[in-house]
């Protein structure tokens, strides 16, 4: 599974604008790569057919689908609860 080019990046744009708009510490180094406090904390992957986030809960990576609405808002969800 790659890191997720520009065309999947497009794809979630309303997302990305979501954690820029709700989280500000996130710190984007590049598109749809954040950080916190210099760490990596989430970046997006995509396969053939679907699309995923990476976010770091505890200080470990936890992969989610976020190919749908809901997916995306459970993603938001659990960012909020790991900062």
Known sequence: ????????LD??????????????QLKERKRGAFYRGGQGWLHFHEDSASLFADLKIDGEWMRFAVNAPGECA???????KAL
């Open 1 to 8: 599974m790659r890191h997720a080019g520009a065309a999947a």
């Open 11 to 24: 794809r979630l744009d309303d997302l990305l604008q979501e954690v820029r708009r709700r989280h500000p």
């Open 74 to 80: 459970a993603l938001l969800r659990r960012l909020e």
